[in-house]
């Protein structure tokens, strides 16, 4: 089955603690983002990477890191998490100018 | 700069009522793509039309149609007979026609379809 998963699904963690959040999808596609979606703001880019190796800047960059090693992996880092990244977080795949496709979210609680 | 405008925050209808949901964007861009992608109450983003914009005509699919209109950079989802299970949250978004990674999405307009 064509999909993108993330992991964890939901997460609660404090201040400054390092955490990744994993995005792998199966449909050998080169373009990968992540997004967050706040109430009020509907979803803002993060990050996106059009192929391995290659990540540039969304709108909203600050306090995130990614990587992207492999082509079916894009994983959301973020080094020293605060409670403003407090968010749901969507991965995204696509082929080119085809349809984005989104994995399941990753609800993220800062403490 | 691309802007989508989701004029509607909450909408409420009754069962078999029909809605519509506005979207109205901004692009200096000749070639983009327009989509609306529906957030059920778990969470997840569920795609549901893709536009160019050469292609103006209207589709249809089941209970569901799409009016694209350039003149008024309107792209509008109507539901007919309007089903509990279409309680959700809509989001319309813009994407680039020169492979631009990026989607600009509407803030979304939730949907609540009383029984």
Same mark, same amino acid.
């Given at each position: 089955?064509?999909?993108?998963?993330?992991? #964890?699904?939901?997460?609660?963690?404090?201040?400054?603690?390092?955490?990744?959040?994993?995005?792998?999808?199966?449909?050998?596609?080169?373009?990968?983002?992540?997004?967050?979606?706040? #109430?009020?703001?509907?979803?803002?880019?993060?990050?996106?990477?059009?192929?391995?190796?290659?990540?540039?800047?969304?709108?909203?960059?600050?306090?995130?890191?990614?990587?992207?090693?492999?082509?079916?992996?894009? #994983?959301?880092?973020?080094?020293?998490?605060?409670?403003?990244?407090?968010?749901?977080?969507?991965?995204?795949?696509?082929?080119?100018?085809?349809?984005?496709?989104?994995?399941?979210?990753?609800?993220?609680?800062?403490? | 700069?691309?802007?989508?405008?989701?004029?509607?925050? !909450?909408?409420?209808?009754? !069962?078999?009522?029909?809605?519509?949901?506005?979207?109205?964007?901004?692009?200096?861009?000749?070639?983009?793509?327009?989509? $609306?992608?529906?957030?059920?109450?778990?969470?997840?983003?569920?795609?549901?039309?893709?536009?160019?914009?050469?292609? !103006?005509?209207? !589709?249809?699919?089941?209970?569901?149609? $799409?009016?694209?209109?350039?003149?008024?950079?309107?792209?509008?989802?109507?539901?007919?007979?309007?089903?509990?299970?279409?309680?959700?949250?809509?989001?319309?978004?813009?994407?680039?026609?020169?492979?631009?990674?990026?989607?600009?999405?509407?803030?979304?307009?939730?949907?609540?379809?009383?029984?």
């Amino acid at each position: 089955e064509a999909q993108v998963t993330q992991n #964890p699904r939901y997460l609660i963690t404090v201040t400054g603690k390092k955490l990744t959040v994993t995005c792998s999808q199966n449909m050998n596609h080169e373009y990968m983002s992540w997004y967050r979606q706040d #109430p009020g703001l509907g979803l803002r880019q993060i990050y996106y990477s059009m192929n391995v190796e290659v990540t540039d800047k969304g709108d909203v960059p600050e306090g995130y890191k990614v990587s992207r090693k492999e082509k079916r992996n894009f #994983p959301l880092i973020l080094e020293s998490p605060s409670p403003n990244q407090t968010s749901l977080y969507f991965c995204a795949s696509r082929k080119q100018t085809d349809t984005q496709y989104f994995g399941p979210g990753t609800r993220l609680t800062v403490l | 700069a691309q802007k989508v405008t989701q004029a509607q925050t !909450e909408i409420s209808v009754v !069962e078999k009522e029909d809605v519509t949901l506005d979207c109205v964007y901004e692009t200096r861009d000749t070639t983009y793509y327009l989509f $609306w992608y529906k957030q059920p109450p778990s969470g997840e983003l569920v795609f549901l039309i893709r536009r160019n914009s050469f292609d !103006e005509q209207n !589709e249809i699919s089941g209970r569901y149609s $799409w009016n694209f209109q350039k003149s008024t950079s309107s792209f509008n989802f109507t539901i007919t007979a309007s089903q509990v299970v279409d309680s959700a949250v809509y989001f319309c978004a813009l994407g680039r026609g020169d492979g631009a990674n990026n989607l600009f999405f509407g803030t979304g307009t939730r949907l609540t379809v009383i029984p």
